[in-house]
């Protein structure tokens, strides 16, 4: 059963206008009526309107307020959430190894329930078809993109993940018809990705990002937006742990799809680079 409508809602709800903020929130205090409910009905419940219900809907990027409803029965048929948990001064390691697993799984499970499989399959094709992948982010998304250039690197796909925005403009501004920019930006906001994403839009160049969910610059820039969960950053931002592994996921999420639908030629090329990675290894 399809999940996330609440989880959608709480990410998106701060960016919302006023009247789709109020149905949003109406929606997270009373899950149990929405279920039952008609678009002019939640209207008229939440003071506001049927309109501005499906416009909610389509903000929250879903095909309609049926499959609102229906990921908000999952929702409530789902296992209570534990929710993030921040370290505390002097706390046991034991206790902190719990929490770090908690956070990670909880962050996996989020992403998940967000994922829309559409946008997720138009990745994959685009990027099966691309002559050059050029990701690119600053700092921690900065290792995001060296986890996927590796792994298209070893199926043969050729990939870039240049630190040096410089060297990644000149990548772009030289980019052939067939190459994707694929920004990374947790925030959705940092100003290099906007500007090497908005330079890759001038070229004509695909592209694709990957932020928290929500409306960004960097998701407005790209053609295909892939998002993880986002969660309130605690004291000592546990949950950015926690999103860095979310983001991981969705790379592997990206790079098995992939592989799914090249399967004799991706193991060929997995065959290949273990046999050279282990021939560096073997002594002289």
Not at 152 to 157: D, E, K, Q
């Given at each position: 059963?399809?999940?996330g409508?609440?989880?959608?809602i709480e990410?998106?709800l ?14 997270l ?20 309107s ?8 389509k903000?929250?990027g879903?095909?309609?307020?049926q ?10 048929v789902?296992?209570?959430e534990k929710?993030?948990?921040d370290i505390?001064?002097?706390e046991?390691?034991y ?6 697993t908690?956070?990670?799984?909880q962050s996996?499970q ?8 559409e946008?997720?399959?138009r990745?994959?094709?685009a ?9 690119f982010?600053?700092?921690a998304s900065?290792?995001i993109a060296?986890?996927?250039?590796q792994k ?6 050729r990939?870039?993940?240049?630190p040096?925005t410089h ?14 920019a ?8 940092t ?7 908005s ?10 990002s ?25 004291p000592?931002?546990?949950a ?5 592994l ?10 098995l799809?992939?592989a ?12 290949r680079t273990r ?10």
């Open positions: 059963m399809a999940t409508g609440l989880k959608m990410n998106m701060e960016q919302l206008p006023a009247s789709e903020r109020k149905i949003g929130q109406y929606i205090e009373n899950p149990h009526v929405v279920v039952n409910s008609t678009v002019s009905a939640l209207g008229a419940e939440s003071k506001t049927g309109s501005a219900v499906i416009r909610l809907c903000s929250l879903l095909k309609g307020f499959d609102l409803k229906v990921r908000i029965a999952g929702d409530l789902k296992p209570a929710g993030y948990r505390e001064p002097a046991p390691i206790s902190i190894v719990q929490k770090t908690s956070n990670s799984i996996l989020d992403s998940a329930e967000i994922i829309n499989y946008e997720l399959e990745a994959v094709k990027l099966l078809a691309a002559e050059n992948v050029h990701l982010g600053i700092g900065h290792l060296m986890d996927a250039q298209l690197l070893r199926i043969n796909r990939a870039t993940a240049f040096d060297l990644v403009a000149s990548l772009i501004a030289n980019a052939g018809p067939n190459d994707i694929f920004g990374i930006s947790f925030s959705g906001e100003p290099e990705v906007v500007k090497l994403l330079l890759a839009k001038k070229k004509g160049m695909k592209t694709i990957l932020t928290k969910y929500g409306q960004s610059t960097v998701a407005s820039l790209a053609d295909i937006s892939l998002y993880t969960s986002y969660s309130a950053e605690a000592f931002r546990s950015a742990t926690s999103s860095r979310a983001q991981l996921f969705i790379i592997d999420i990206l790079f799809s992939m799914t639908e090249q399967y004799g030629e991706t193991v060929d090329y997995i065959d046999e050279a990675i282990q021939f560096l290894k073997q002594n002289k």
